[in-house]
């Protein structure tokens, strides 16, 4: 009854979706990493750049360039995955850079500038 009184109201913003599920992925693919999960890892990374390429369309143009830069680098990794299996260190290494873009992409979806 309080929230009816006071008259909360949740804005539902449709172009934060891509980047929602960007993140989620990308959280995904650094647990399945540090579990030694490659091939799943890369799977999350490959979802999760999909979604930043559909974010990345609906943003302006400063976000625009920033998210080419992340689903680049993103690129740049799973293709690294695909060469072999990593060693331990490795894994919790990529597993360290996957946390350091779900970060970036967190402060995007809350609006923030960097």
Do not use: C
């Not at 091939?39 to 390429?53: G, I, N, Q, T, Y």
């Not at 360290?96 to 500038?113: D, N």
Request: aromatic share 6%; proline share 1%; charged share 40%.
């Amino acid at each position: 009854l309080a929230v009816q009184s006071e008259g909360v109201l949740f804005e539902y913003v449709e172009i934060d979706l891509p980047l929602e599920e960007a993140a989620d992925n990308l959280k995904l693919a650094e647990i399945e990493m540090k579990e030694g999960r490659q091939d799943e890892a890369k799977a999350a990374l490959h979802v999760a750049m999909d979604e930043l390429k559909r974010y990345e369309k609906l943003v302006g143009e400063k976000r625009s360039t920033e998210v080419k830069a992340l689903h680049q680098e993103i690129d740049k990794l799973t293709v690294e995955l695909g060469e072999g299996d990593l060693s331990d260190a490795d894994r919790q290494k990529h597993a360290s850079r996957i946390s350091e873009w779900w970060q970036r992409a967190t402060k995007w979806f809350k609006g923030t500038s960097k």
